[in-house]
Nanobody, 130 residues
Framework: QVHVAESGGGLVQTGGSLRISCSAS????????MGWFRQAPGKEHEFVAA????????VYADSVKGRFTISRDNANNLMYLQMNSLKIEDTAVYYC???????????????????????WGQGTQVTVSS
């Protein structure tokens, strides 16, 4: 059974840094694109970043570009999101998702809604305080 789970969320002050992780089990994820998304209370589900199977290609939302870095460790079925210069508006539940099919493009990942078919985690809360 495929399982995807986020970890590493927490409370951090404005301007601080945090790294969240996504672990995957049940299949080899090294051939699949993956992404990070977030949803704040009262706001829409939002794409954050995506990474291709090799880690060589990434794409970011404009709101996090230059502050967040997505990476992956295929040997251990892990994906990371390093978040720097955090802002109050980064407060949200962060979700990771893994594509169902190897041919899924980063563009497709970036457009995924929460209800779209993929392997979704349960989310980890990131709270940025002033």
């Amino acid at each position: 059974q495929v399982h995807v789970a986020e970890s590493g969320g927490g409370l951090v002050q404005t301007g601080g840094s945090l790294r969240i992780s996504c672990s995957a089990s049940g299949r080899t994820f090294s051939n699949y694109a993956m992404g990070w998304f977030r949803q704040a209370p009262g706001k829409e589900h939002e794409f954050v970043a995506a990474i291709d199977w090799s880690g060589g290609n990434t794409v970011y939302a404009d709101s996090v570009k230059g502050r967040f870095t997505i990476s992956r460790d295929n040997a251990n079925n892990l994906m990371y999101l390093q978040m720097n210069s955090l802002k109050i508006e980064d407060t949200a539940v962060y979700y990771c998702a893994a594509a169902l099919h190897p041919a899924t493009s980063l563009t497709t990942i970036a457009s995924m809604g929460r209800q779209d078919p993929a392997y979704w985690g349960q989310g980890t809360q990131v709270t940025v305080s002033s």
